[in-house]
């Protein structure tokens, strides 16, 4: 009897635990160590994605020129997200066209200043724009309306730039959001401001007519030509602060 119980007890030890054969012992097995491994794996933290700086999730968008950037385009460059917050022509002779730019990191809201050629290629990530209507200012908090729901927005008066300047009320501003986060506002392209302030018109002194600078009711100095006199509103574009029309 003792013989008989150790030739048992030594075939039994022969056996697998898992029979090779059965494929759903071998599926049993593989979920188990998947889920030890889930088990083992560190929850959200300093290394994780979900502790990634937001940027770093984010979809790309399309490639772009340098001569194609604009004040409020939010691009990528070197792994980082950031929002071109001015943006400058120039041509240097041999060295061809650039575009020196100011860039705000997303993320950090650091600033840096970049220099693009005209036909080099960037990244850019687009961003979705909501429209409202501008109420009032208090320092440097801007609040705004949406107008289907009528909630409002306080955002920080540095999302529009200089372009703050022509803000007015009733106005339709537009914000651009990333991430869920407003990154930038801009105004109307075009403005109606009225002249308070500009030389008195002088006639014939010169066949081509001599641009003069007007005070704008904004605070702004814009030039327009010689005819334009005090109480007279003009058309202003947002862009560059020129003169367009009457």
Not at 18 to 42: D, I, K, M, Q
Request: proline share 5%.
């Amino acid at each position: 009897m003792q013989i008989l119980r150790r030739k048992l007890l030594e075939a039994s030890r022969c056996l697998p635990l898992f029979p090779a054969s059965s494929a759903s012992h071998h599926g049993n097995a593989h979920a188990v160590a998947t889920l030890a491994a889930a088990r083992r794996a560190p929850t959200a933290g300093a290394g994780s994605l979900a502790a990634a700086p937001w940027a770093a999730t984010q979809r790309r968008g399309a490639k772009m020129l340098g001569s194609d950037v604009k004040l409020g385009n939010v691009i990528q460059k070197r792994g980082r997200i950031y929002q071109v917050i001015k943006a400058q022509h120039s041509h240097q002779g041999r060295g061809g066209a650039t575009i020196q730019v100011e860039l705000r990191d997303v993320d950090t809201g650091n600033k840096i200043i970049e220099r693009f050629r005209t036909d080099e290629a960037l990244e850019r990530v687009f961003v979705e724009e909501k429209a409202f209507t501008y109420l009032y200012q208090e320092g440097d908090a801007v609040t705004l309306m949406e107008p289907e729901t009528f909630e409002q927005l306080e955002v920080s008066k540095e999302l529009f730039g200089k372009a703050a300047a022509y803000l007015k009320d009733e106005m339709k501003v537009t914000l651009q959001y990333f991430d869920g986060r407003p990154m930038s506002a801009s105004v109307p392209p075009r403005v109606t401001c009225t002249v308070v302030e500009a030389q008195p018109h002088t006639k014939g002194l010169t066949a081509q007519p001599q641009y003069k600078r007007v005070l704008l009711d904004n605070g702004l100095t814009v030039l327009a030509p010689p005819f334009i006199e005090v109480g007279e509103k003009i058309v202003v574009s947002t862009a560059d602060d020129s003169y367009m029309t009457r």
